[in-house]
T-cell receptor, first 115, second 108 residues
Framework: DVKVTQSSRYLVKRTGEKVFLECVQD?????MFWYRQDPGLGLRLIYF???????EKGDIPEGYSVSREKKERFSLILESASTNQTSMYLC??????????????FGQGTRLTVV | DAKTTQPTSMDCAEGRAANLPCNHS???????VYWYRQIHSQGPQYIIH???NNETNEMASLIITEDRKSSTLILPHATLRDTAVYYC?????????FGIGTKLQVIP
């Protein structure tokens, strides 16, 4: 059974802290994505990666960075957490295809609260 | 990625077909149409995708108009477990951009 695992389901951090959200997939997928989901705004793409050490900005990258040192792991980093980064964070992965998007598999999400 | 427009919410009676529309009038020739759904408190789940032809799988059918400017996702016999937010996405490879989606409520 395919799996995308996010390290925490719930997380509470203080303003100014450096926060790491980890995501691991076991499907040997090339593509990995980080989204945040907020009421009324849907899912918004923060960053994605199509290969190890490669990263591309999504629609809302400000305040975030990412790391992809191994194919199976994609980390989202909040350098200095702020209250407006309180949100649900979703990780996804998919196979790379040069023509179309393949099916993306999502993790269960991490609900981050910054106080 | 092409912009998509979906109704904010829809209701459907249990056992009836649910028809969810999506407009993607700016879609380009090599962009596919994808549908995902998100059941409360879970990550989104892939349903179906298509380019030009109509598609069917065990979950749903996808009807794409000939000019490709709109599509309809059909759940043939909606059940209470189909209550979810349904996302229509039109785009190329690598990047998957979601909108706000349609909240489908299946009513007993």
């Amino acid at each position: 059974d395919v799996k995308v695992t996010q390290s925490s389901r719930y997380l509470v951090k203080r303003t100014g802290e450096k926060v790491f959200l980890e995501c691991v997939q076991d499907m040997d997928h090339e593509n990995m994505f980080w989204y945040r989901q907020d009421p009324g705004l849907g899912l918004r793409l923060i960053y994605f990666s199509y290969d190890v050490k490669m990263k591309e900005k999504g629609d809302i990258p400000e305040g975030y960075s990412v790391s992809r040192e191994k194919k199976e792991r994609f980390s989202l980093i909040l350098e200095s957490a702020s209250t407006n980064q309180t949100s649900m964070y979703l990780c996804a992965s998919s196979l790379r295809d040069l023509i179309m998007n393949t099916e993306a598999f999502f993790g269960q999400g991490t609900r981050l609260t910054v106080v | 990625d092409a912009k998509t427009t979906q109704p904010t919410s829809m209701d459907c009676a249990e056992g009836r077909a649910a028809n969810l529309p999506c407009n993607h009038s700016t879609i380009s020739g090599n962009e596919y149409v994808y549908w995902y759904r998100q059941i409360h408190s879970q990550g989104p789940q892939y349903i179906i995708h298509g380019l030009k032809n109509n598609e069917t799988n065990e979950m749903a059918s996808l009807i794409i108009t000939e000019d490709r400017k709109s599509s309809t996702l059909i759940l043939p016999h909606a059940t209470l477990r189909d209550t979810a937010v349904y996302y229509c996405i039109a785009g190329g490879y690598q990047k998957v951009t979601f909108g706000i989606g349609t909240k489908l409520q299946v009513i007993p």
